[in-house]
């Protein structure tokens, strides 16, 4: 049959046979063949719901009796009865609050061996010691001593008259059980169906009957203990439907569809506690947004004689009715006088909620749903202000009521791909970096990248925001300027082409860079610029018409208007200084650079130096030249283009020197002529 969910207030037929409503840690299922006629539903009509004692599984161990391998084997008849205790609400005493506690009280003190359900409502109510071998321990039972337990019982052995019975007691309100043969067997009765066009004397009004078994699950093997299983539970409870039929020969009722067609073979019922039933109302259907509060509002519960109503919830039920029909209710509250009952949930849900009531001994129960909305996250993001090639740090907050979600942030940085970052439930904020290696586009000293940030929760509900990334040009650094001069001594006007290198640092490895020479003689140059990941070198080359001492600038320019210089000082000298330069060379070399008489050729050397000046006073150029090149160049120029025995200085290295300056000085001194 398709299922259905719990309406409010009292469960109708069609609610109550699909779901039956939520006893405390119960599990319900329905079966059923397809029933014609009318139903008469003892539930539907006096209120709360069926319940479902179940035996254990086979081979659990333990107990004594029949089978010493069962504790319950036999005990059918004592489930029966605690289904009935409890819908009457004799069995709610001493906090047992469902079926499953009360049977379990009885295997305390009853032998795994048959009786019938009497032996257990006159033990309940008023303490009868049957005595071996159904009773196991003495004591137990006797509940309510004040009660007569025979004013509420009713027993009907007429073979005959035992769907009669069923139909008047169900009528009436009472809780009933019935014997089976030839099994041996106890099961409580929750409804009938008749055919309402036909005499209810005929044997044909009653067509079937509703029941639970505490052997349904013991006999269906595939349907035990599914997982998940809530703590304390075991077994799945089923309320099924079974034709009858009257037997003319044997003059009995019989089902025959239930074990060999086994007859039913007597009626006992026992009357609810005598107060009338409260009506559970549950609320609803609620609607929040997930981080949101919801009050589950019971106060529409009523008891017709105004007793106080107690109530307890399952506000997180985890079964699914229309799909699988394993289902679970563990309440969430112990019992509390207030109608109402908070609750937040972190993500979005969406289910039933149970709600029980009591008031005196006797219960019902409601359900209701709950929808919980997911919220869209919000997010606030700020930006930052970095040099190129620094890393930029955008931070922001996140704020969602519902705190079990998580988070999918995208970045688009402005350039390139954006990039996708997972934050973890329970996230309030981000920080994230990336690196901007310059500015962008080029000519400007800063630039601004839009950033754009969405988030998307583990619900696909979003938001976005935007912030600004201001990325500054860096200056490039000139951090030397150095010259490489043919003549390491001195620098002589329009003889001397001077090579300059210049080196340069960028953080912005992405610069491009322009470079210009100002050589302090009114004359610039551009300088040929090589570079690679932010460092470069300028190279240039200069040749200065006249003697002096000139700063030479180089000023190196990046594509985003960052500048830099530095300088290095240049001393152009005379053709005296040049010529004095050379004599304090000699004059400086150690002894073992001559021939011997090392002070003695030093002496001469310099008067023959000294002899040109006064050829420089009168001009005479050429006299100069022939002198330097025929008189003291001769004296050293054995390893460089001379007879080494004719020299006066015999040390290669200054032999070199002081033959290069003499061919520099010759050369100046020919610019002349």
Known sequence: MKVQRIGKSKLGLTFLLAIVTFLASLQLMVFADNPTGTSYILYEKHGYTWVDAEKRRYDDGGGIGPDPGEDDDWLCWTATASNVLEWTGWGLVGGMWDTDAIFDDHKIYFNDTGSWMDASWHWWLNGYEPGPPLKLVSGGGNKWPSVTWTDYYHNEEDDADVMSAIDQWLRAGYGVGIGIFNGGHAITVWGFNYNESVDPSSKDYYLGIWVADSDSDKNNPPYWSPPPIPSGREYIDRLSYYEVEWNSTANWWYMPNYGGGWMISRVQALEPYPSGRPEADAGGPYVVNEGTTVNFDASGSDDPEDDTIYYRW?????????????????????????????????????????????????????????????????ITVSGDTIDENGFATVTGTITDPGIEDTFSLTIDWGEGSPETFVYPAGSTTFSETHQYLDDDPTGTSSDDYTITVNITDDDSEQDSGSTIVTTRNVDPVVVSVTLDQPNPQFVLPLVHTLNFTGTFTDIGTLDVHTAVWDWGDTTTSLGTVDESDGSGTVTGEHVFSAPGTYIVNLTVTDDDTGVHFNTTEVVVVTFEEAKHITVDYIKSLPDEAFKGKADQRKSALENMFSAIDDMWDSGEIWGIIKDMNNNIRSKCDGTVDGKPNDDWIIEPEAQYHICMKIDDMTAYLMTFL
């Open 314 to 378: 399952d506000i997180d039920y985890i079964g699914d009715w229309d799909s699988n029909l394993r289902n679970y209710t563990v309440w969430d509250t112990s019992w509390s006088s207030s109608a109402v009952k908070s609750h937040t949930w972190n993500d979005d849900h969406s289910g039933d909620v149970i709600l029980q009531i009591r008031a005196e001994q006797l219960l019902d129960i409601d359900a209701t749903t709950i929808t919980v909305n997911n919220v869209a996250p919000a």
